[in-house]
């Protein structure tokens, strides 16, 4: 039996949900397929900044090199969309892109910021399933993600200290782990969200997942109802990817508030293995 009784504030981290539309006018993706026809060290350079400006300058006096790289890189077509983050940082979102070979390639995101003279310039890339938005608009401590709850899965009892919410869409994804957050641990998740630190985080509990985490699944519907209630665990050490899951009546679920950055969430009840499913889950590092 599994069971799953809680009142818990979340923190909840969303992944890139406040989607502007650009306007064809907008200078940042004239910028972008002005980078995406560029075939020269020449012509990138006056484009990029940061990250992206210090690895094609490593590659400066390899102008082959850095031609293969840049291919690699472009579009034979794309769709792009901005999401804002203030007036001087950005990220466009690179969907339904289609190499020149006519492979489909994984949505990209890239950072563009603002010079002091008003142009834009890309600064960085990523993939954009790995960019959490709300961990570069908000500052957050340790503490806001500590509190105990309860939850037992076929007799082990997991003992939650913290937990951490990623909101994605429709969906809202909530680890429940057995340790309080550290400053590492929140640092590990800002790396893993895509915001690069001088140093890469050490001592965090996931440098090595040695631990189990009790994960509700919420999927919503158009007025923030919820639609599907799934409780699982991640994968153990060693593991190949898969989670145990059980599908809970969505009636276990006493109380539900979504705020800006902040999920509370009742629950009691316990569900029968007989409900159990077999699902794909992600796995403990990026």
């Avoid at 492979?103 to 993939?127: M, V």
């Avoid at 003992?159 to 994605?168: C, K, Q």
């Amino acid at each position: 039996m599994r069971r799953a009784d809680a009142r818990i504030g979340w923190w909840v981290l969303v992944f890139l949900v406040s989607i502007g539309t650009a306007r064809a006018e907008d200078p940042r993706l004239a910028l972008f397929e002005r980078y995406n026809r560029a075939s020269s060290g020449d012509e990138v350079k006056p484009l990029v900044s940061g990250t992206l400006a210090r690895q094609y300058g490593a590659l400066a006096s390899k102008e082959e090199e850095l031609r293969r790289v840049l291919k690699a890189q472009q579009f034979a077509s794309y769709k792009p969309r901005v999401v804002e983050l203030d007036d001087k940082t950005t990220f466009l979102v690179v969907e339904d892109g289609r190499s020149a070979s006519g492979g489909r390639e994984q949505p990209q995101a890239y950072l563009l910021s603002k010079g002091a003279g008003g142009d834009w310039t890309l600064a960085d890339r990523f993939l954009a399933q790995s960019i959490i938005k709300t961990l570069w608009t908000a500052t957050f401590t340790p503490a806001q993600f500590n509190q105990a709850s309860q939850c037992s899965m076929d007799g082990q009892e997991i003992g939650p200290r913290s937990a951490l919410a990623v909101r994605e869409k429709d969906v809202i994804r909530i680890s429940l782990y057995p340790f309080p957050f550290s400053q590492s641990d929140l640092d590990y998740w800002r790396q893993v969200g895509g915001l690069r630190g001088a140093d890469a985080p050490t001592g965090s509990h996931f440098d090595d997942g040695k631990f189990v985490a009790c994960v509700l699944t919420l999927g919503l519907d158009s007025q923030n109802g919820v639609s599907l209630f799934n409780v699982g665990r991640e994968p153990e050490p060693g593991a190949q990817g898969s989670s145990k899951v059980w599908q809970a009546p969505k009636s276990d679920i006493v109380r539900l508030e979504i705020g800006k950055n902040r999920i509370v969430l009742d629950t009691s009840g316990q569900s029968s293995p007989r409900q159990r499913a077999s699902a794909s889950a992600p796995d403990a590092r990026p």
